[in-house]
């Protein structure tokens, strides 16, 4: 059977090996539901503590499919790759699929698309004409560029993200979504080796992926070309580099640690409180991301400071695990300020840069806008030996800041986010009602027809979604499992700053930031379901059939609205069967 390293052998976690009379009270309480103490490292190889195995397929699973020897050894030894890069595939294909319809300018595309394309050719924003998207699309994108510098309220890189698909497929629908939908792609592959390397499962890191895969919310936004499906991919990469830098340096700190005689790794309290890990290169690219990912809107800042936490917190469970007496202390002594560097420095310069070509823009008035603030109403401040670029660049964010935190424009597919984990409140980014025999509509559709895409999640896959974050939670909080608590973490800092701007216009589909890691905790509540590994094949039999029903069940439910995803034309009576909620119409 396909283990699933659900157990705790692939966790920090031990059972504690006091008689239950002389546990504290707390814990005592706490063991009726399923808390369990840390114990010492006992008799066991502190290297598998600090770093797990990976789960490999029984041979019974390669013996029942007639399978060689050294032929399943090689399957394995490749599934690492082998099988993210499959489910990438299919992503892939669902993902670019007659990409460019509808041929339209899709709800906030009429912003980011023209925006992104004067970005690569001036440097900055402009103001375009309010009837020019026809104009865009009649002529295959061949329109003059204004020069007159229009004010926006997101920083650059998204929307240089999305110009480069335009500089190299054409200013028209397939090239202002191409980049979107590489990047959403490109996350599936991201969650598959997270996944994979944090629940330390193959099978469960392609699972998490293939769910990913078929997420509807996350399928719309990679077709669309806007920044919320940017910023999700950088988040990602950015969690995804700091797991891999946490796997590497608890494999360094394992290397230094003694060995006994009977060849397993002990802890040692001195190595553990001076050992010097390095510059840690996979935090540095964590920086780079998340400077990226507050380059495209600024709800980066707060996984800044919640992944910056995060990894701090892991550096001081590892020097626990190999046997510190006083972590904290060599934490703040040896990793806190190589950390420091390596993720706010980083994000803040590579942020700046990003701005390089409204910086480089003329100051006379001719520029970006507000470039020439330091030389005309700012002329007289009191920071007037700061560069001019940098004091009309900050006077710019300020300006911005204002408008976010103000904007309360009512809008009809505004939603709270107390509704978002339920899908009370999707948005239509498009929708016409084509007469029977034209674009698409059967000619016996007897009424009109329907075309819409809708910014939905996958209800059935949401829905278990709640259970799931229930499960990680119990499991950080009750188990002390690391790895729900980093799930918990990304779900959090994507979710929880925005209950603070409840009276703001905000949007269901914001939350695909982190609909990536909802996947990664169903993905390890089907797991826990299936059984860990030593398990009776009964009780194994069980939890895959249910497990099974579950997943077919979310891509049966994708399938089933996958008209309503990608704008086909349906009979009203059809779509009609669609609208689950009234507040989805």
């Known amino acids: 059977m396909t283990s699933t390293a659900s157990s705790a052998s692939s966790t920090?976690?031990?059972?504690?090996?006091?008689?239950p009379d002389q546990r504290p009270a707390w814990q005592q309480r706490l063991r009726r539901f399923g808390y369990v103490a840390r114990g010492g490292a006992g008799g066991a190889d502190v290297r598998e503590r600090l770093v797990p195995p990976y789960a490999e397929p029984g041979p019974r699973l390669w013996t029942a499919l007639g399978v060689p020897h050294h032929l399943a050894t090689r399957i394995v030894r490749w599934s690492g790759w082998g099988g993210p890069l499959l489910v990438t595939l299919f992503a892939g294909v669902l993902r670019f699929w007659n990409l460019g319809d509808p041929k339209k300018v899709i709800f906030d595309e009429t912003y980011y698309a023209k925006d992104?394309?004067?970005l690569v050719h001036r440097g900055f924003e402009v103001n375009w004409d309010k009837n020019v998207n026809d104009l865009i699309l009649s002529s295959g994108g061949n329109v003059p560029i204004p020069t007159d510098a229009a004010y926006v309220v997101h920083p650059p890189v998204g929307k240089y993200v999305i110009g480069l698909?335009?500089?190299?497929?054409?200013?028209?629908p397939f090239g202002w979504r191409f980049m979107t939908a590489l990047l959403g792609t490109l996350s599936v592959l991201l969650i598959c080796r997270i996944g994979r390397r944090l629940l330390r499962s193959t099978f469960l890191g392609c699972l998490a992926g293939a769910l990913l895969a078929v997420d509807g919310l996350h399928f719309v936004m990679s077709r669309t070309a806007l920044l919320d499906g940017v910023l999700?991919?950088?988040v990602v990469a950015?969690?995804?580099a700091l797991v891999v830098d946490r796997d590497r340096a608890r494999a360094r700190l394992a290397a230094a640690l003694p060995v006994d005689a009977d060849g397993r790794v002990r802890p040692d309290a001195h190595i553990a409180d001076t050992a010097r890990l390095g510059l840690r290169p996979w935090r540095w690219t964590a920086g780079l991301m998340l400077g990226l990912a507050i380059g495209t809107?600024?709800?980066?800042?707060y996984v800044l400071a919640a992944f910056g936490l995060m990894t701090v917190l892991w550096d001081i469970g590892s020097r626990k695990v190999a046997g510190a007496r006083h972590p904290y202390r060599a934490v703040a002594k040896y990793d806190l300020g190589l950390a420091f560097v390596a993720l706010v420095p980083v994000a803040i310069v590579t942020y700046v840069a990003s701005w390089i070509g409204w910086i480089l823009s003329p100051s006379d008035g001719t520029g970006g806008y507000y470039r020439n603030w330091a030389a005309t109403d700012g002329k007289e401040s009191s920071w007037s030996w700061l560069p001019d670029w940098l004091r009309s660049l900050w006077h710019y964010e300020s300006q911005v800041y204002d408008f976010h935190v103000h904007l309360q424009s009512p809008h009809t597919y505004e939603s709270n986010p107390w509704s978002w984990l339920v899908l009370g409140r999707p948005v239509s980014y498009f929708y016409e009602s084509?007469?029977?025999g034209t674009d698409g509509c059967p000619a016996d559709?007897?009424?009109?027809?329907?075309?819409?895409?809708l910014a939905l999640g996958t209800p059935m896959l949401w829905w278990v979604g709640v259970f799931a974050l229930a499960y990680v939670l119990w499991r950080w909080f009750f188990r002390r499992d690391w790895r729900a608590g980093a799930i918990a973490c990304a779900v959090a800092v994507g979710y929880v700053p925005w209950f603070l701007y409840q009276d703001r216009t905000i949007f269901l589909f914001y939350a695909v930031v982190f609909i990536p890691f909802i996947c990664l905790a169903v993905a390890m509540l089907l797991g826990a379901l299936i059984g860990p590994p030593g398990s009776s094949d009964s009780r194994r039999v069980a939890g895959a059939t249910g497990a099974g029903v579950l997943v077919l069940l979310i891509a049966w439910n994708f399938i089933y609205f996958w008209p309503i995803y990608t704008g086909q034309a349906i009979p009203i009576d059809d779509w009609r069967s669609r609208m689950w909620l009234d507040t989805w119409v």
Not at 12 to 19: G, L, M
Not at 165 to 172: M, V, Y
Request: with cysteine; charged share 25%; hydrophobic share 45%.
């Open 434 to 436: 084509p007469a029977p």
């Open 12 to 19: 920090d976690t031990r059972h504690d090996q006091a008689p």
């Open 165 to 172: 698909g335009e500089l190299i497929f054409g200013f028209d």
């Open 297 to 301: 809107k600024w709800n980066g800042l």
């Open 116 to 118: 992104a394309w004067a």
């Open 238 to 240: 950015a969690f995804g």
């Open 445 to 453: 559709a007897g009424e009109k027809c329907a075309r819409e895409v």
């Open 232 to 234: 999700m991919f950088f």
